[in-house]
């Protein structure tokens, strides 16, 4: 059975399927779509505090018509101690026919996967520091849908890309769109170094130098979660703020983007929420139709051959 687990091995044509998909259902209205997954039912298993991955998953089933159950883990069986493939073998046996997991441990993931039955799809919300598919492909979606030319691009990150599984899962597929560099600016204690050398990174400790003719930034959040005791506790804490200001270096038409939950005037000044080069709520409105591209793809529904009212309504003759 398919299932996302991680954006290694994605190809172009999976990519362009993905998104050409999504870019159908953005142009005809999700609200068409309701029929495609009556009598499925999905469960979305939430181990971690989330907002917009959990609430997206949850809509995107409800556009296309499933029944979504989005638990309460924090008052379920688990603080029974139930275990997460115990748990998820419950939904299963309620008929679920695709689980979603958000999970601290990265090996959460692979666990539930080769646990499930061969009828049931597995996606990956988000595991540890490890990936998070569904965030990237809907960040990547909407640059493309901004119209970034990927071979020429200059890409920059600032803050902790080395626990953001976001970053990890942007990594992995940046290659495949033809990116070759990436520009970091963290502490060199916060700086993911990917283990192959498909990307070449540069490191930068200063935010207007590592922006500097910029196309595309990507503010993060501190993974403070995830930080072991000696770094919560390093004297290097220094964290990496991006002021309207320093655009002043980048394109002028750069595409600021952070994956959220945004921490206004740490991550990024509080205004910069509201400049127009800021796609911030794109990637959270992308984030909906992704979700929905990526069940259709692992459905295997066709979208492109899905008649729907607004096809003939609003599609040029
Ligand atoms: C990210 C996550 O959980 O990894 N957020 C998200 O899912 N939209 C990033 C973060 O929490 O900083």
């Known amino acids: 059975m398919t299932h996302l687990l991680h954006t290694r091995g994605l190809t172009t044509d999976d990519l362009f399927q993905l998104w050409s998909s999504a870019r159908l259902i953005k142009q005809r209205g999700a609200h ?16 971690e505090p989330s907002t917009r991955t959990a609430q997206s998953f949850h809509l995107a089933c409800q556009h296309l018509g499933a029944i979504s159950l989005l638990p ?54 988000g595991n ?13 979606w909407t640059l493309d849908e901004a119209g970034i030319d990927w071979r020429r691009a200059k890409i920059a990150m600032i803050g902790d890309s080395r626990y953001s599984r976001v970053v990890h899962a942007w990594c992995d597929l940046l290659p495949t769109l033809g990116v070759r560099q990436l520009h970091l600016i963290a502490p060199a204690n916060l700086c993911y170094q990917p283990t192959d050398d498909t990307l070449r990174i540069h490191h930068h400790t200063d935010i207007r130098a590592g922006i500097t003719d910029c196309d595309v930034i990507l503010c993060l959040r501190q993974q403070t979660e995830r930080w072991p005791t000696e770094l919560k506790t390093a004297p290097s804490r220094a964290y990496t703020c991006l002021q309207q200001a320093d655009l002043l270096s980048a394109k002028p038409h750069v595409k600021l983007l952070h994956p959220g939950p945004v921490i206004r005037d740490h991550d990024m000044q509080g205004v910069l929420l509201d400049d127009p080069r800021c796609l911030v709520a794109k990637q959270v409105k992308h984030g909906v139709i992704m979700r929905m591209a990526i069940l259709c793809w692992l459905y295997k529904i066709p979208l492109a051959h899905i008649q729907t009212p607004a096809l003939h309504a609003q599609e040029p003759a």
């Open 32 to 47: 068409h779509y309701r029929h495609l997954l009556t009598n499925h039912t999905i469960a979305h298993l939430f181990y």
């Open 72 to 125: 309460s883990l924090a008052n379920s069986a688990i603080h029974k101690g139930e275990s997460l493939v115990d748990t998820a073998l419950t939904f299963v046996a309620m008929g679920a026919s695709t689980l979603t997991l958000r999970h601290p441990d990265r090996d959460s993931i692979t666990t539930l996967a080769s646990a499930l039955p061969d009828h049931v799809h597995c996606i990956n919300a």
């Open 128 to 140: 540890g520091d490890d990936q998070h598919p569904t965030q990237a492909l809907a960040d990547l």
